[in-house]
């Protein structure tokens, strides 16, 4: 099955242009699969795989305790490779169909406050490189609702601060172009004039974003700053890159933001993902009505 593993994932490279992080995803759901398959049932090839041996692979992923998302997340994995072996003529069946994908529970996104974003917004020391370097990149973060995979991507030459742009490429290797706020751009600015040549160590780095070793920044990296700046502005909520995009999101569309303009700016294929931040404005309204009006 490894070598059947290894064509679809170049596939999913070469030909779907998909991240590096999306064929991770994809090779880790595979290899739980054929390890499985491998211990229970003695089969290693694609064409040997019955519908029975893939309901008792998720069988035994509730056992364990799995989630109904990750289960529908490895069915997903399982049905697309599946998809691909038959265009390639590997296999004339597909265990997969008729399977039901298991109901998930759809769990709305933790979103800040304005008040909450500006409280984040301050905790970066901005005396110091490292300081103006975390700034420029929670404004941009916020103020462009980039995914933290675009932003730690971003090349020197992907921003314009002049004409207040940045391009961007999103899942499935698509180009984005957009505008950037005159917040995000002052500092972006005082990154790129006071911080960013501290930091550097190689100067053909042309990573926009570095971390203190001079080299471009993990998400791990990324994830334990912002969490430490989430502490210290004691932000009772679960705060993660994607909040900061949600509430990018969530925010435009409680100022009346058009939703096939958000769908554009946050890169979404299909406009039903884009719809969960039409859900989180109702709520808002909601609250603010029985919060305010005297027959709530």
Not at 29 to 58: C, G, M, N, W
Not at 79 to 88: A, K, M, P, S, V
Not at 139 to 147: C, K, N, S, W
Not at 218 to 223: A, C, D, M, T
């Amino acid at each position: 099955m490894e070598t059947y593993i290894e064509a679809f994932m170049n596939y999913l490279n070469y030909e779907k242009g998909l991240s590096a992080n999306t064929r991770a995803a994809y090779r880790r759901d595979l290899e739980k699969l054929q390890h499985f398959l491998q211990e229970k049932f003695s089969v290693s090839e694609p064409a040997d795989i019955t519908r029975e041996h893939i309901t008792a692979y998720l069988s035994w992923q509730l056992d364990k305790g799995a989630e109904y998302s990750s289960m529908a997340r490895s069915l997903s994995s399982i049905r697309t490779f599946y998809r691909f072996l038959f265009l390639e003529g590997y296999t004339r069946k597909n265990p997969t169909e008729n399977i039901e994908t298991p109901k998930i529970k759809r769990k709305l996104p933790e979103v800040l406050s304005i008040d909450e974003v500006d409280k984040l917004m301050e905790e970066p020391k901005v005396t110091a490189p490292l300081g103006i370097r975390d700034r420029a990149m929670l404004e941009l973060l916020y103020g462009t609702g980039v995914r933290v995979s675009e932003l730690l991507d971003l090349l020197l030459d992907d921003i314009n601060t002049t004409a207040g742009f940045l391009r961007c490429i999103g899942k499935g290797r698509k180009e984005r172009i957009l505008p950037v706020n005159q917040t995000s751009i002052y500092w972006i600015q005082n990154y790129l004039t006071k911080s960013r040549n501290f930091i550097a160590k190689y100067p053909l780095e042309r990573t926009l974003f570095l971390n203190a070793r001079g080299r471009r920044m993990s998400r791990q990296g990324f994830f334990k700053i912002l969490a430490s700046y989430a502490a210290k502005a004691q932000i009772g909520k679960e705060v993660t890159p994607h909040t900061l995009r949600h509430s990018f999101a969530t925010h435009l569309l409680e100022n009346g933001a058009d939703l096939r303009a958000v769908q554009e700016l946050l890169g979404h294929a299909d406009i039903s993902t884009t719809q969960i931040y039409t859900h989180l404005t109702k709520t808002h309204l909601r609250e603010v009505f029985q919060m305010y009006h005297p027959r709530a």
